[in-house]
């Protein structure tokens, strides 16, 4: 599953390395970056994690009822999605309608001409969030019928769309290939719904135009979805902040530096992190349902030893690797080397948060499974608010650059983190056990040996990143990571590291 989500990401990556190439960090750039972020982000704050953190929990609790549970919780599950359709059209009309002064709130440092074509480009791209809601609600329907392949190889088919406009279609329309871009990418979310139809016929589920809102167990969602929505605030909302700071720099092209930044640190946490959070989350729901709460445990420390695991090394090669990444993914085209640099030392910054992120991630959905909301939201609350504060200290330290919003985004998760761990440690008894902290700590000595053996690598074959070519940014990223990455599964050998996921729900389930 997370090869899949892997193969998704780097096509994501492969879109945007396209759009960096053919609009580097001009008009029109700055105007599209914009743009793209209000529906998304916009979806993120009011509907992505309240549709799957509520979601998913009680559709899970209708297995309980035994062989009938599966036909209910499909009934509850069409009820849900034409709740969200609902909620979507209304918000896409909306956004559609006052594009205008969404924009200026937003974004209001962007110059007349990036405003007057971030607004258009606004209009094409807000129905993505109908599209996107309605797609979320069925990816958790084949989640929760153990179907996680395909919901991992979405996007593929979104990305592709995207990545076969740039190649054939957007030279083509000349200065009007920023709209087609826009089309493009719209066009890309319908694709994603169309392509979870086929599977979801497999696993027997049909859809019907059932809108009895009031039934209890959407009058639970809906009692979830506050809190949960508020919950999933902490990453949406540093984008926000960061879209708002950004232009207010005294740097070239910094709202485009920080977006393409951002989405580098999406594409790494979420190749490392979501597949195991997408693995587990049904599977806690079901231990929490059924009152197995060893099962749940021993779930829970599996899912943070698996997630960190695979976090640390990644992470100790993108603090050193950066300037090699990014010139080998960006640098080309429109993007000179300048931009090169100034994108590789903010996501030098950002990616001190990604174990962070992974745990802000994995606690959520722990939390969610046990139908408890109001952590998560006063962690991401918190971590916003630290992330608005630092924003507001470090631009005016001028030597940041766009560092100082990343940076802010980081320590912002930071706090996140640090709630929700204090309140699993209360809520989950046994969770942080000596065996865990053991198996932890050994974690953290195969990082430390990891980066220290990719540190002494880079000092002898790191030469001028931005300045080297192709293939000598790749030897380098390769006689640098992969002796780290060995020294690191050897050092987990010789610590004898073990991972184990508990079989016991699933032994309850078919017993009740």
């Not at 209009?123 to 797609?135: D, K, V």
């Not at 592709?160 to 871009?181: C, P, S, W």
């Not at 293939?471 to 390769?478: A, G, M, Q, S």
């Amino acid at each position: 599953m997370i090869a899949a989500m892997a193969l998704s990401k780097v096509l994501g990556m492969l879109r945007s390395v396209l759009l960096a190439s053919h609009y580097g960090t001009g008009t029109e750039a700055n105007a599209f970056t914009a743009a793209t972020q209000i529906p998304l982000t916009c979806f993120d704050l009011l509907l992505s994690a309240a549709i799957l953190g509520c979601f998913i929990p009680v559709y899970n609790s209708f297995f309980k009822d035994g062989g009938s549970g599966e036909a209910k919780a499909d009934r509850f599950a069409c009820v849900f999605l034409n709740f969200v359709i609902t909620v979507t059209g209304i918000l896409t009309v909306a956004g559609i309608l006052f594009a205008d002064p969404l924009l200026s709130l937003i974004s209001p440092d962007l110059t007349q001409a990036e405003h007057s074509l971030g607004v258009v480009l606004l209009r094409i791209m807000f129905p993505m969030i109908l599209f996107t809601g309605a797609a979320y609600t069925l990816v958790g329907v084949l989640q929760s019928k153990n179907e996680f392949i395909v919901p991992s190889l979405i996007s593929c088919i979104s990305n592709l769309g995207v990545i076969l406009y740039f190649v054939l279609l957007d030279r083509a329309l000349g200065e009007n290939g920023i709209y087609g871009v826009a089309v493009a990418y719209s066009i890309s979310w319908v694709l994603q719904l169309v392509t979870l139809i086929v599977p979801l016929r497999k696993k027997g589920f049909r859809y019907h135009a059932d809108f009895h809102f009031g039934s209890p167990q959407m009058k639970k969602v809906l009692i979830m979805g506050l809190p949960v929505m508020i919950g999933s605030w902490q990453a949406p909302l540093g984008v926000l902040l960061g879209t708002y700071f950004a232009p207010r720099l005294a740097v070239d092209g910094a709202l485009t530096i920080f977006g393409y930044t951002n989405n580098l640190y999406v594409i790494i946490t979420g190749i490392l992190t979501y597949g195991i959070c997408n693995y587990i989350f049904p599977r806690l729901s079901r231990q929490n349902a059924l009152g197995d709460e060893a099962s749940f445990c021993k779930t829970c420390q599996s899912g943070i030893l698996s997630a960190l695991a695979i976090v640390l090394p990644i992470m100790a090669g993108v603090l050193i690797l950066s300037g090699e990444g990014v010139s080998i993914i960006y640098r080309r085209g429109e993007f000179g080397a300048q931009a090169a640099r100034e994108t590789a030392y903010a996501l030098r910054l950002m990616c001190i948060g990604m174990p962070c992120n992974c745990m802000i991630e994995l606690c959520n959905r722990m939390m969610y499974s046990k139908t408890k909301t109001k952590v998560p939201m006063i962690a991401a609350l918190a971590g916003a608010l630290s992330n608005l504060l630092c924003c507001l200290a470090f631009i005016r330290i001028p030597q940041l650059r766009v560092g100082s919003l990343t940076l802010a985004s980081a320590l912002g998760q930071l706090v996140a983190c640090i709630i929700l761990i204090a309140a699993l440690y209360k809520s989950c008894a046994g969770i942080f056990e000596k065996t865990f902290l053991f198996s932890f700590l050994k974690l953290l000595a195969a990082a430390a040996c990891s980066f220290f053996v990719m540190w002494l690598c880079h000092r002898f074959f790191g030469k001028a990143p931005y300045t080297d070519g192709f293939l000598r940014n790749v030897l380098c990223c390769c006689v640098v990571f992969f002796p780290g990455l060995l020294a690191y599964g050897g050092m987990l050998k010789l610590l004898r590291f073990r991972l184990k996921f508990s079989k016991k729900e699933e032994v309850l389930r078919e017993d009740n």
